[in-house]
């Protein structure tokens, strides 16, 4: 891999650009200059490559490489030339779940809500999922999954407070894949922030070259932005607004986030029925699904 010795156009891709801009924070441990090497943090970084998870994934420059590549004299960081480039180059879409097809319709009366807990930024590193199914004004099941991902670094225990170890020897997702899918296929699914949750299943189906298969989507976070009763709030965190609605929640477990989304929009239903919703398919919805 050289990415650095010659022009490489590779360098004005949007996310490179956001790269090189992060890589003007760090700091060095240390440079070997004769062996083109260094360190940062606890990562080894050479100008072919990093032990960092971003490279080891992407496997184009990371944020260190860059900040080796300038410190060695093999690549110019200008803040300001970096921020015109930034804003002449478009962002790529990073929705994975990218629907075609809108409905809106009255919220439907049997759906199952979904919520992800991820390791670390990355979709595909589902570490716990909840389930929730709804039926008429009632929550029927609830479903509670421990995933070990593809990756070793949690940098979201903070958030939810899963470890690798905690989630070593639980299944991968493609491994529970038969069993979430009978939830997920030809259902209507919803979830709190759905772009998070739809795009956390795509693409980590995607990782496992499973296919995805037909489902619609809806977002109970947008109907309680809609909802008039609950705009006085101060924001529309799922956290506030169980509480202003009184229902016990562990907020980021996955199981509780799904089951207190539920009761959130059981909520808005229940004393706004005419409420609608935005009704999200990536391929065209069958007439006579349930
Ligand atoms: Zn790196």
Redesign the pocket.
């Known amino acids: 891999m050289k990415f650095f010795s010659a022009k490489n156009f590779l360098h004005e891709e949007h996310e490179q650009l956001e790269r090189q801009k992060k890589s003007l924070g760090l700091k060095m441990n240390s440079v070997d200059r004769e062996n083109l090497s260094g360190t ?1 943090k606890n ?1 080894f ?1 050479t100008l072919d490559g ?3 998870v ?2 080891q994934r992407r496997l184009k420059p ?4 860059y900040r080796l590549a300038f410190e060695l004299g093999a690549f110019d960081l200008d803040a300001e030339k970096i921020d015109a480039l930034l804003v002449a180059t478009p962002k790529p879409v990073n929705a994975f779940y990218t629907p075609k097809y809108f409905l809106r319709a009255p919220v439907p009366k049997n759906f199952v809500v979904i919520d992800f807990e991820t390791a670390n930024d990355f979709k595909d590193s589902i570490c716990q999922m909840g389930i929730a199914v709804i039926e008429g004004d009632s929550i029927i099941a609830r479903e509670n999954f421990f995933i070990r991902p593809p990756y070793k670094n949690f940098t979201n225990t903070k958030i939810h407070g899963i470890t690798f170890d905690d989630v070593k020897k639980s299944p991968t997702f493609a491994e529970l894949w038969p069993e979430i899918k009978i939830f997920v296929a030809g259902k209507i699914v919803a979830a709190y922030n759905v772009p998070f949750d739809m795009s956390c299943l795509v693409s980590t189906l995607k990782f496992y070259k499973l296919p995805v298969p037909n489902f619609s989507a809806f977002d109970i976070l947008e109907n309680v932005r809609e909802c008039r009763a609950l705009s006085r709030l101060a924001n529309r965190r799922l956290i506030t607004v169980a509480q202003e609605l009184g229902f016990a929640h562990d907020a980021h477990d996955a199981l509780s986030d799904a089951v207190v989304a539920a009761q959130v929009q059981l909520w808005i239903t229940k004393n706004f029925p005419q409420t609608e919703t935005l009704i999200l398919s990536a391929r065209k919805p069958s007439a006579n699904r349930k």
């Open positions: 940062i990562y970084v990093c032990t960092c971003d490279f990371c944020k260190h490489m």
